[in-house]
Structure formats: C-alpha cells, structure tokens
C-alpha cells in the first residue's frame, strides 16, 4: 500500500480505498444496529434537557470488538504502516472501539481536536485519528473535512479510502448542504509524548 504524506508527515491518506463499496455497506448496516445517539460535545445542558447543537450535529453508535474483527485487523495492520512510514509513534494500539458517524443534511462539526489536551486519562494517549470515508463521493455535498493548517483541505476521499492524522491537529466537517455523509472514524494511542 502507497500512502501520500500532507504537512510535514501530520497526516496521510491511502492512495486507494480500503474497503471495496460492499465492505463500505455492510459497515454501515452493522453502524445501524448498533444503538444510535446523538453526538454531543461537552455535558448535556441539564438546565434545558438539550444537546448544544451549536458545535456539532450527527448521529454516532459504537462498533464493537467482536462484531466485526475482521474490519478491526485490516485498520490496524494499515495504521502500523502508515506510523511507521510518516508518524514514528512508539507502541501503537486501537484504543477505542470504532465510531459510525451520520451526518445529515445540515450536520457539521465544528472546529476540534482529537487529543486532551489537559491529559487528564491514563495511558495510552490518543496520537493518530483515522476517517475512512463510507458513502459514496457522489451521495452527498458539502461535509469537507479541513484542517487548521496550511492548504487545510486534504484531497477528496473516495469510498472506503482512509486518512490518518496527528490528533492533535485542529479540523472540522463542513455542514452537509445534500444527502447523508457517513464516515467511520478512530483513535489510536500509545505512551505519553516525551
């Protein structure tokens, strides 16, 4: 596999999908049974009862271990490449299960990044971010994910293709202006910076 590193090694995508469009599907079928949410940003406003849709909009669910492992083997064994080619990050893992994000017509995520940067949790520590692209290129407008740096628009992903980043680099998914964006992103970490 041929990745193309952007910034400075800060990030890199695959040159070719990962996932065929059947892969791309039946994640998104085994996404839906899983149980949907609301994404949310911070504390739900006890006051209000509401979710702060000020800074995002989309539905998540969570990806277990052990209902796709096969998934789980091919983002891991492409991220161990893509850190040994471009981040150099020591003792990389998955650390968290995988995320199914939506978004509609009008969900957007605003300017975030993936790290705490307070280091308030124990190792391992969030590094690299992933987002491999699930719809099809031509089934939804808008939704850019841009990065606060220099050319902050990576190249358009197509379906089942991944980019990994530093999670410590500051981006966004524009509002979705037609259609469904769905994505399915994570995290991997490993021991504190020195």
């Known amino acids: 596999m041929i990745f193309e590193p952007k910034w400075k090694s800060l990030m890199a995508n695959t040159t070719a999908p990962i996932f ?3 892969q791309c599907q039946d994640i998104v079928n085994i996404g839906h049974q899983q149980k949907q949410e609301e994404a949310q940003v911070g504390h739900k406003d006890r006051k209000e009862g509401n979710y702060d849709t000020k800074k995002r909009i989309t539905t998540i669910s969570w990806i277990p271990f052990k209902v796709m492992p096969d998934m ?3 983002v891991e064994r492409t991220m161990k490449q893509v850190n040994g080619n471009h981040f150099g990050y020591e003792g990389m893992t ?3 299960p995988a995320q199914f994000t939506e978004y509609p017509k009008g969900g957007f995520y605003d300017w975030h990044i993936d790290a705490d940067v307070n280091c308030i949790y124990e190792p391992p520590v969030r590094k690299i971010s992933m987002t ?3 719809s099809p290129v031509d089934s939804f407008e808008g939704g850019d994910l841009e990065f606060m740096t220099e050319g902050n628009k990576p190249p358009q992903l197509l379906q089942g293709q991944a980019i990994f ?3 410590l680099l500051r981006h966004r998914v524009n509002k979705i202006k037609k259609g469904i964006r769905r ?5 991997f970490g490993g021991p504190p910076f020195k």
């Not at 994505?183 to 995290?187: A, F």
């Open 20 to 22: 065929s469009p059947e």
């Open 72 to 74: 789980y083997q091919i």
């Open 132 to 134: 491999i692209l699930l």
């Open 165 to 167: 980043f530093c999670s």
């Open 183 to 187: 994505s399915l992103v994570m995290w």
């Open 94 to 96: 998955i650390t968290e």
